[in-house]
């Protein structure tokens, strides 16, 4: 039986229990999902540490995101077994935390607090992701649009040519995961090429989409 916790104000203290019937490897696990991953899977080790034989017999999610599916509900003395659960993302970004509980019998009824944590990292969109100066063009300073998800708790930090023939500058902006840069050629004539690495605090995955090119 698997059911959601109730959608009312809670608090979860999770502390190792000694002489539990389950023995969990971790009761924390995280998972790390690139934006656009809607779906992920988390896997809780177990041992039955007792001398009997113990069933989960129900789980309960804080989030109605998280589903438990089990194979196997009963379990012999000293055997091993994995809860998966299953999360579902509505396309949110950041960090989240999810409480499972584990209702077992065999050692007595008991239940079990897991938590399982979820970081969905933010995809850095940038416009334009080219910048180019065409021959005969002036070396006028140009600019580039940043954007990251306002909800994601992510800042952009700094921005970091790989080549000494640019400058950049990022602006200051009243809008919340907006960023301004200022790109200024160090030459008046030929600037060549340079790739831009974007920054942010926390880290997020690094991908393309974190580069902006200038030609």
Request: include cysteine.
């Amino acid at each position: 039986v698997h059911r959601f916790l109730p959608a009312i104000p809670f608090l979860f203290v999770l502390v190792p229990a000694s002489g539990q019937a389950l023995d969990w490897e971790s009761r924390t696990v995280r998972i790390e999902l690139a934006s656009g991953e809607l779906r992920g899977t988390a896997q809780f080790a177990f041992t039955n540490n007792t001398a009997r034989t113990v069933s989960i017999t129900a789980t309960e999610s804080s989030c109605e995101c998280t589903v438990v599916q089990l194979e196997k509900r009963v379990f012999a003395a000293g055997e091993k077994g994995t809860l998966p659960v299953y999360y579902s993302s509505k396309g949110n970004t950041g960090r989240r935390t999810y409480i499972i509980a584990v209702t077992t019998e065999g050692n007595g009824k008991e239940v079990d607090y897991l938590k399982l944590v979820v970081d969905t990292y933010p995809q850095i969109s940038v416009t334009p992701r080219t910048v180019v100066w065409e021959n005969g063009e002036q070396r006028a300073a140009k600019t580039v649009t940043v954007a990251i998800d306002p909800g994601s708790g992510v800042k952009l930090t700094t921005a970091a040519p790989d080549r000494d023939v640019i400058s950049v500058e990022i602006l200051p902006q009243e809008t919340p995961g907006r960023s301004i840069l200022r790109l200024t050629p160090k030459a008046k004539d030929t600037i060549g090429q340079a790739r831009v690495r974007l920054s942010t605090e926390p880290k997020v995955k690094d991908s393309a989409e974190s580069l902006l090119f200038v030609l």
